[in-house]
């Protein structure tokens, strides 16, 4: 089986710059690579055994084995719910990591969004996933023609997970399977000559990044207690993901939140308040149209969306 590219985060020296550390140079090139990291004691476990406290304590609601009405049904016993930013969520160490946030804005530019927010909860006895992508691939537009493949090895990442498991991952809890350098091929999920991807077990404080386009899936979990997944997804500020939230929203702040965080961090979630408030501004389907000719919006600029 092939080894998991990791990092100790142990290692990282702030304040510093990519160019003037040596770790997180390795960390650039071990991702673009593999399109995956595993970063070992990248937070304090006291912390995540307080973030796990509080997740359980406010989302305990979901640890039942059915369908939830605001929430994501992945597979059977394996739910994805939205995150508040709220008490040990709502700080730097969560959502601004201070020895990996360099290296997501050097990825994705200082520019980048915290563009969702959530956690996977997978309960005892849930099964292996199917593999996936996250979202569909945007730079493989799904026909061939001369370069599609240089296009796609050279193409930088537009959104990067981070995975932080608040339980230690073991053999029996089970962990996220993956297969390195799939985000640099045309890869379909089926391919049988993938193999069998890599696996890894870790303490708690540990985390990972991924590729929003490596192929991966949760791996069963057979023992106990529930595995919940925290995660974060990063991206380049244009970047929405329109497939995974059709039932729940991808960010669960208010203005008083965002404005309340220190001032470099807020354009991490102002894009939320932008898009909520261009949202309420959408016409209803049985309403006028906003364009003021008395018609009705569905047999006006609604006539493109019948």
């Excluded at 084995?65 to 700080?91: C, H, Q, W």
């Excluded at 201070?98 to 099964?127: D, H, N, Q, W, Y």
């Amino acid at each position: 089986m092939p080894t998991v590219p990791t990092l100790d985060a142990q290692a990282i020296e702030l304040p510093t710059s990519i160019k003037a550390s040596p770790i997180l140079q390795e960390a650039v090139e071990l991702f673009l690579q593999h399109g995956f990291l595993l970063i070992r004691n990248a937070f304090d476990p006291a912390y995540v055994r307080k973030l796990h406290d509080e997740f359980v304590a406010g989302y305990k609601n979901y640890f039942d084995a059915r369908t939830y009405d605001d929430a994501l049904d992945l597979t059977e016993r394996r739910t994805m719910v939205t995150i508040k930013l709220d008490g040990a969520f709502n700080s730097i160490d969560f959502y601004a990591p201070p020895k990996i946030f360099p290296l997501l804005e050097f990825l994705l530019t200082r520019k980048l969004i915290l563009a969702a927010m959530g956690c996977v909860i997978s309960l005892p006895g849930s099964k292996d996933q199917g593999r996936h992508r996250d979202y569909s691939n945007i730079y493989d537009p799904g026909f061939n023609y001369p370069g599609v493949e240089t296009l796609i090895a050279k193409a930088p990442p537009y959104a990067i997970t981070l995975g932080l498991p608040l339980v230690p991952i073991t053999e029996r809890t089970g962990c996220t399977r993956v297969w390195p350098g799939s985000h640099l091929r045309r890869t379909i999920k089926n391919d049988p000559n993938l193999g069998p991807g890599v696996e890894f077990v870790a303490d708690l404080g540990t985390c990972y990044l991924f590729d929003y386009r490596v192929l991966h899936l949760g791996v069963a979990n057979t023992s106990d207690i529930p595995r919940p997944l925290i995660y974060n997804i990063y991206a380049r500020p244009w970047f929405r993901d329109t497939v995974n939230y059709s039932k729940q929203p991808p960010i669960d702040v208010t203005p008083e939140q965002v404005f309340a965080l220190p001032e470099r961090y807020q354009r991490l979630l102002s894009w939320a308040l932008v898009d909520q408030l261009a949202h309420a501004k959408e016409p209803k389907r049985g309403g006028l149209c906003h364009c003021g000719s008395g018609l009705l919006y569905r047999r006006c600029h609604g006539k493109a969306d019948n």
